[in-house]
């Protein structure tokens, strides 16, 4: 297994440690050690605290770079979306970072390599572990492969105010018509799915789905901007 995690991490993000016992510490859980207290085993928690601090900066530094408009309220609503439990355990899960946790036994059985929360702990110790091992550079490197596309992929859309932007952007020179048109609804009462269209003068320019209709309006926006080559910067 640890052999397969070293060819993947070189593989696919050209990282390889240098000192492999961190990179067992990143991806070993309290109940591993607990179980084999004869190998003098770390677990994660140490390498999380380390990995939580050096994520918020190369993700602090990389917004304020990229969007320099955009004032200090705005920047931090953005971090809080990628730097939290939600994003944390599906970039561990992307990374598939959930097969490779050494677990106790009992932790094994009550399904814990499924759990957000540990996935997340995992996320952070493992970019602990980078830090440690290989400097800030090699951090920033895999954030620049596994997150920050997300912001092009509209994983953290629902943060910006494309609607906003994009009624700013059409009337420069004068009103325009824009209408949304609720095009679907469907799915249970807990996770109800809207399909929403943008137009402008009465011409589709964007679709969107959505959980809520303020969502869908959103990315249908967003598509619209995608259109017309505009691009969008502000946060709701």
């Not at 070189?10 to 990282?15: P, T, V, W």
């Not at 140490?46 to 900066?57: H, K, M, N, P, S």
């Not at 018509?177 to 929403?196: A, C, M």
């Amino acid at each position: 297994m640890q052999k397969e995690f070293d060819n993947k991490l070189a593989d696919k993000y050209n990282i390889k440690f240098n000192n492999e016992e961190l990179l067992d510490e990143a991806f070993t859980q309290a109940s591993y050690v607990n179980e084999h207290p004869d190998q003098d085993l770390k677990f994660y928690e140490r390498l999380e605290f380390l990995g939580d601090a050096v994520y918020q900066l190369v993700v602090s530094d990389y917004i304020f770079k990229r969007y320099p408009e955009m004032p200090q309220g705005r920047l931090t609503k953005l971090r809080a979306a990628m730097v939290n439990r939600h994003s944390f355990s599906r970039f561990a899960r992307e990374c598939h970072f959930d097969k490779y946790i050494r677990l106790g036994k009992g932790e094994e059985k009550a399904g814990a390599r499924k759990r957000d929360s540990l996935l997340c702990d995992i996320f952070e110790s493992f970019i602990g572990a980078v830090y440690l091992d290989q400097g800030i550079e090699t951090v920033k490197h895999f954030c620049n492969l596994v997150i920050f596309p997300k912001l092009d992929e509209g994983w953290f859309d629902e943060f910006f105010d494309h609607k906003t932007e994009l009624q700013e952007a059409i009337q420069i020179n004068g009103p325009v018509k824009i209408e949304y048109k609720l095009l679907d609804e469907n799915g249970p009462d807990n996770d109800r799915q809207f399909k929403v269209a943008v137009f402008v003068d009465d011409q589709e320019l964007g679709v969107g789905e959505g959980h809520s209709k303020k969502n869908a309006e959103q990315l249908a926006s967003k598509m619209a901007l995608d259109k017309l080559g505009i691009k969008d910067q502000k946060l709701q």
